[in-house]
């Protein structure tokens, strides 16, 4: 997984305060644009209905994300740069319980836009996957000097995406947005630890 490293001098130091309250309002921010959108629009929100096939597939789902992430981090240098300083700037601040809302609210308030609301709205088909994937990855730019991060986000969008065309149910890329966000943001924060006590 990503380790913190010293080549990010412009990573500003966030508190924990910060840290939540901005993952709070870009939550509530997603699911208002989300409810607008439904409301004044012709969408027909995407289903998502309780089953336990759909949370399996949604785990699976999201442990090859994480380990596709892994993968990326070590072979491609410039997502290594990019995931090192979000990790700096959204996960140094944080303790452990934290890592709950950190998977809950994007997992919930991100997937209710981009796949309940937006994939339907641009079409459930292949472009309509595309278009939702890119505004999904520039949602993840924090600078131009974090494409690569966009890049990466983009990709995820695409299959997260394509599990709720294919299965038409919401809570497969709900249950694999959380999943990976959980178990990555737990095992960064878990080796940064390791790190800080064999020092």
């Known amino acids: 997984m990503a380790e913190q490293r010293p080549d990010h001098p412009e990573v500003e130091s966030l508190s924990r305060t910060q840290v939540l309250i901005a ?3 870009t939550a509530v921010v997603l699911l208002l644009v989300a409810k607008l959108w439904v409301q004044f629009g012709t969408v027909i929100l995407l289903p998502l209905q309780w089953s336990a096939i759909a949370v399996l597939q949604g785990l699976g789902l999201g442990v090859v994300i994480t380990l596709a992430s892994a993968v990326v981090y070590r072979v491609w240098p410039a997502y290594r740069q990019s995931a090192d300083y979000y990790l700096a700037l959204v996960l140094k601040p944080l303790v452990l319980p934290d890592l709950i809302w950190l998977g809950l609210l994007p997992g919930l308030s991100e997937e209710l ?9 641009f079409g459930l088909t292949f472009e309509g996957v595309i278009i939702s994937s890119l505004c999904f990855g520039v949602l993840h730019l924090s600078s131009p000097r974090q494409w690569s991060y966009v890049v990466w986000a983009t990709t995820i969008g695409v299959l997260l995406g394509y599990s709720a065309l294919l299965t038409g149910n919401l809570l497969v890329p709900i249950v694999a947005h959380i999943t990976t966000n959980l178990v990555s943001s737990t095992i960064w924060k878990w080796s940064n630890r390791e790190g800080i006590v064999k020092r």
């Open 113 to 121: 836009l981009f796949r309940g609301v937006m994939l339907p709205a």
């Open 23 to 25: 993952m709070g309002v």
